[in-house]
């Protein structure tokens, strides 16, 4: 605020807001303090941040924006990159006659002004509000994100001539040596990526080397993002950092290596799992988030239709056999089981988990993670962990014969089994379990139900707009006039809150397949993947396909997320039929 002009303190005192004593010692402050009057009765709370904005515009004519009631459209606020608004502490909040009104909080900050002329390339007309009033509506337009960014830290970081050309492993140590200092940049780089990940919801970030630079990418629902590209110079120092972090050896630059970090950002307690692979152009490192907000998702809330539901909750509660829950890496099939384990998860109940790694810790369950160094793998935690009587079991993944082998005779024994295979869809896990050299019959009396699924990105709700898609859309699709009769074709045009995308959050599609009298028949013969597929189709199992068109015809997604990760086959008339004639009874 300027110090030339102060007479818009006349219009508080006229308007009753101050007195002419609080002034006074305002002033007083003012001086001593060498700040300005306006902020002193604000700090004073002599006068509201609004009432003393709107005395400054009215005293020097300029208008004031009151933006506890203002809504500023969407297409105005993308005029505007959130960098420089946030650089500036200034908003846009209205185009007209070829002029960008932006709001500022100081009208005589000329420099400012001049400068978004230049940047922004238009006509500027500036209005007033409140310094705190816009840096809140920056946040509510552009996104949350607290302290500084990422993209900003990293465009200094290209702006200076800071040299991280060290290449051995004394020179990263030196390096860290270097920036030892809590304001140091690369731990304030590290740490603003963690924290800007977070609060954008990433499950991943991505720390990827090339000639001539180090790409940044975060994986947000499912897709990456590329970030703000760091200077090429930055990365050992960056990698240095994250294995001191996590407790990785800095020397060891040849071989994979894999560590943990403990975090804490905002009130969130984070585990991150760190991965360094060494690559042409240097170490390449994944941080995996580990949310545990994730973990206390219930059954209910991962998106299972109503049949699967109801028929997955009587699974579980069986007393013994195989569940086994498939699909690709980042499928959501661990949330998947600690979501089952979760609902069994009772004093009366003893549950042992064999895990590699184990990546969330829940309590009153018995963890032990798989650590191959010693021999300790997942055959041997299940054969000693048959001794310590568990009413359930969960093993990570049946990856071999021998794991496959001891977690059916847990099985057979009157336990609970969980566990994960690598397959496309739910029938194909039969024939995987026989590929890895467990005996058809055994299998067939062992595996009671398989569980496939995928994740797709769910439409914003604050941007979901409805509309019909066209014909051929829906003939593509091979949905039945049925199901398209009962739709709600929504998508999202893409806001602030969703990245512009139209998309926020996740949730699963799957096949759940129940092993039946047939289903065994066909085990024990070791009959092919299509012949188990059609016999579960005709037996009422949902494919993948299917359960992400019900998705699609209740707004939740969209055709091109169901394209993104299922298939469409000739069993899928068959398949919706059983969703038409589940509509039907709701």
């Not at 604000?42 to 515009?57: D, G, L, R």
């Not at 090339?210 to 940044?216: A, G, L, M, N, Q």
């Amino acid at each position: 605020m300027s110090r030339v002009m102060q007479s818009f303190t006349d219009l508080l005192l006229k308007q009753g807001v101050i007195s002419l004593d609080q002034l006074t010692e305002a002033e007083e402050v003012a001086k001593t303090t060498n700040a300005e009057v306006g902020d002193v009765l604000i700090q004073m709370e002599y006068a509201t941040p609004e009432e003393v904005a709107e005395a400054m515009a009215k005293h020097n004519k300029i208008p004031y924006v009151d933006l506890r009631s203002a809504q500023i459209r969407d297409d105005v606020i993308e005029l505007v990159p959130e960098s420089v608004a946030r650089e500036n502490n200034v908003l846009p909040y209205d185009e007209r006659d070829g002029a960008l009104r932006i709001l500022v909080s100081d009208p005589f900050d000329l420099e400012t002004i001049e400068k978004l002329r230049f940047i922004l390339n238009r006509k500027i007309e500036t209005a007033l509000a409140p310094k705190g009033a816009i840096t809140g509506a920056i946040n509510k337009y552009y996104g949350q994100v607290e302290g500084e960014s990422a993209d900003s830290m990293l465009q200094e970081f290209t702006d200076t001539a800071i040299d991280f050309t060290e290449t051995d492993a004394d020179s990263e140590a030196h390096d860290e040596a270097e920036v030892d200092d809590s304001s140091a940049p690369v731990i304030r780089l590290v740490n603003l990526m963690i924290q800007e990940a977070v609060q954008l919801r990433a499950s991943d970030i991505h720390i990827e080397p090339f000639e001539d630079r180090v790409r940044i990418r975060y994986r947000i629902d499912g897709v990456c993002v590329e970030r703000e590209n760091a200077p090429r110079r930055m990365l050992s120092a960056i990698i240095a950092r994250i294995k001191i972090l996590s407790k990785i050896d800095i020397s060891e630059k040849r071989r994979p290596t894999d560590g943990r970090i403990k975090i804490t950002v905002g009130d969130k307690q984070l585990d991150l799992r760190v991965s360094i692979i060494p690559t042409n152009h240097g170490q390449s490192s994944v941080m995996r988030l580990l949310d545990k907000d994730n973990i206390k998702v219930g059954v209910r809330q991962l998106g299972l239709s109503e049949r699967d539901f109801r028929a997955f909750n009587n699974l579980i509660r069986r007393p013994n056999g195989i569940v086994l829950v498939t699909g690709p890496t980042g499928s959501g099939k661990t949330t998947t089981l600690y979501a089952a384990l979760n609902a069994l998860n009772r004093p009366d109940r003893k549950i042992i988990t064999a895990e590699d790694p184990v990546e969330y810790y829940l309590p009153g369950i018995n963890q032990v993670e798989v650590r191959h160094n010693i021999g300790l793998d997942f055959a041997l935690i299940i054969r000693a962990m048959l001794r310590q009587a568990p009413n359930i079991i969960l093993v990570g993944e049946m990856r071999d014969h021998e794991t496959a082998s001891m977690g059916i005779q847990a099985s057979l024994t009157g336990h609970l089994v969980f566990s994960t295979l690598h397959t496309n869809d739910a029938p194909s896990a039969i024939s995987r379990m026989v590929d890895i050299g467990v005996p058809g019959y055994m299998v067939a009396s062992s595996v009671i139900a398989v569980l496939a699924q995928r994740l797709v990105r769910t439409i914003c709700p604050r941007c979901k707009v409805r509309y019909t898609p066209p014909e051929s859309v829906i003939e593509d699709a091979g949905l039945p006039p049925e199901m398209v009769k009962q739709a709600e074709f929504t998508r999202g045009k893409g806001c602030p809150y969703c990245g512009r995308t139209g998309y926020r959050g996740r949730i699963g599609i799957y096949e759940l397949m129940l092993v039946n009298n047939r289903l065994r028949e066909h085990m024990f013969k070791g009959s092919p993947t299509t012949e188990i597929r059609q016999e579960a189709i005709n037996n009422g199992m949902s494919t993948l396909y299917a359960d992400g068109m019900l998705k699609v015809i209740r707004g939740i997604t969209t055709f091109e997320e169901v394209y993104r990760v299922a298939k469409r086959t000739e069993q899928e008339t068959l398949a919706m039929s059983h969703i038409v004639a589940d509509l039907d009874s709701l």
